[in-house]
C-alpha cells in the first residue's frame, strides 16, 4: 500500500469528519444533500459486504466500519435527529436519473457475473456521481457554506489522490483496474470546476457562489 492510498484515505476520512462535526456542531444540515449521502451509504453497503468474509488487514477493516459508521451516522442525523433543518425543497435531483444507469452498466460491464462482484461493481460507478446531487443543491441555491466547500474539497482530493495511487500501482506493481480508473476519472472531472473556485475563492476567504440555474 503505497502513500497515495494512505493519503487519499486520510482526506476522505477527514471530509466525512469535517461533514460530521458541521452537522453536530451548528445542530443544522442547510445546505447538505441528504440524497448525495444517502447514495454514499449506499455506495459502502454494497462495497463493503465482504467485510466478515475477506479478511485483508486490519486497517481495510477498520476503514470499512468507520466509513460505513460515518456514512449512515450522517444520513440519521439528516433525515432524523435534525430533520426540521433538512432543506427538502433544493435536495430536488432525481436519483433515478443515476440509479437506472448505473444497475445497468453494472450488469453489463464487471469482471464476473456474481452478486458480490456485480455490487461491487455498482458501488464504484455509484460512487463516480454520487456528488452530484449535491452540486446541484449548491447550483440550485447559488451558494455554499464554507464548510461544506472543505467537505467537498478534501472528497474531491481523495479521488485526485487514489488516481495517483492507481498510476503508482501500475508503475511498480503492473496493476491496472480499468472499472476503477475510468470510474474514478469521471468522478475528478466532477469537482474540476469546483476546485478552481475553491482556490480562487474559498481559501481567500470569499464564499463560494455559483450561478444559478435559469
Same mark, same amino acid.
Given at each position: 500500500?503505497?502513500?497515495?492510498?494512505?493519503?487519499?484515505?486520510?482526506?476522505?476520512?477527514?471530509?466525512?469528519? %469535517? !461533514?460530521?462535526?458541521? =452537522?453536530?456542531? +451548528?445542530?443544522?444540515?442547510?445546505?447538505?444533500?441528504?440524497?448525495?449521502? &444517502? #447514495?454514499?451509504?449506499?455506495?459502502?453497503?454494497?462495497?463493503?459486504?465482504?467485510?466478515?468474509?475477506?479478511?485483508?488487514?486490519?486497517?481495510?477493516?477498520?476503514?470499512?466500519?468507520?466509513?460505513?459508521?460515518?456514512?449512515?451516522?450522517?444520513?440519521?442525523?439528516?433525515?432524523?435527529?435534525?430533520?426540521?433543518?433538512?432543506?427538502?425543497?433544493?435536495?430536488?435531483?432525481?436519483?433515478?436519473? %443515476? !440509479?437506472?444507469?448505473? =444497475?445497468?452498466? +453494472?450488469?453489463?460491464?464487471?469482471?464476473?457475473?456474481?452478486?458480490?462482484? &456485480? #455490487?461491487?461493481?455498482?458501488?464504484?460507478?455509484?460512487?463516480?456521481?454520487?456528488?452530484?446531487?449535491?452540486?446541484?443543491?449548491?447550483?440550485?441555491?447559488?451558494?455554499?457554506?464554507?464548510?461544506?466547500?472543505?467537505?467537498?474539497?478534501?472528497?474531491?482530493?481523495?479521488?485526485?489522490?487514489?488516481?495517483?495511487?492507481?498510476?503508482?500501482?501500475?508503475?511498480?506493481?503492473?496493476?491496472?483496474?480499468?472499472?476503477?480508473?475510468?470510474?474514478?476519472?469521471?468522478?475528478?472531472?466532477?469537482?474540476?470546476?469546483?476546485?478552481?473556485?475553491?482556490?480562487?475563492?474559498?481559501?481567500?476567504?470569499?464564499?463560494?457562489?455559483?450561478?444559478?440555474?435559469?
Amino acid at each position: 500500500m503505497n502513500v497515495f492510498r494512505i493519503l487519499g484515505d486520510l482526506s476522505h476520512l477527514l471530509a466525512m469528519i %469535517l !461533514l460530521l462535526g458541521k =452537522i453536530w456542531r +451548528s445542530k443544522c444540515c442547510t445546505g447538505i444533500s441528504g440524497k448525495s449521502q &444517502i #447514495l454514499f451509504a449506499l455506495v459502502f453497503t454494497t462495497r463493503y459486504l465482504d467485510l466478515f468474509t475477506n479478511f485483508i488487514s486490519i486497517y481495510n477493516t477498520v476503514m470499512k466500519v468507520v466509513f460505513l459508521l460515518c456514512a449512515y451516522v450522517t444520513v440519521y442525523m439528516i433525515y432524523g435527529k435534525f430533520r426540521k433543518t433538512f432543506d427538502s425543497e433544493n435536495d430536488t435531483f432525481r436519483l433515478e436519473f %443515476l !440509479l437506472v444507469p448505473v =444497475i445497468g452498466l +453494472s450488469f453489463l460491464e464487471n469482471y464476473s457475473f456474481t452478486p458480490l462482484e &456485480i #455490487l461491487w461493481t455498482f458501488s464504484i460507478y455509484l460512487e463516480s456521481v454520487a456528488i452530484l446531487p449535491q452540486l446541484f443543491m449548491i447550483s440550485k441555491t447559488g451558494e455554499a457554506e464554507t464548510i461544506t466547500t472543505h467537505y467537498l474539497f478534501f472528497l474531491g482530493l481523495y479521488r485526485a489522490l487514489y488516481l495517483a495511487n492507481w498510476i503508482r500501482r501500475y508503475q511498480t506493481e503492473n496493476f491496472y483496474d480499468q472499472i476503477a480508473v475510468v470510474s474514478g476519472v469521471v468522478q475528478t472531472i466532477f469537482y474540476c470546476d469546483f476546485f478552481y473556485l475553491y482556490v480562487t475563492k474559498v481559501l481567500k476567504g470569499k464564499k463560494l457562489s455559483l450561478p444559478m440555474p435559469i
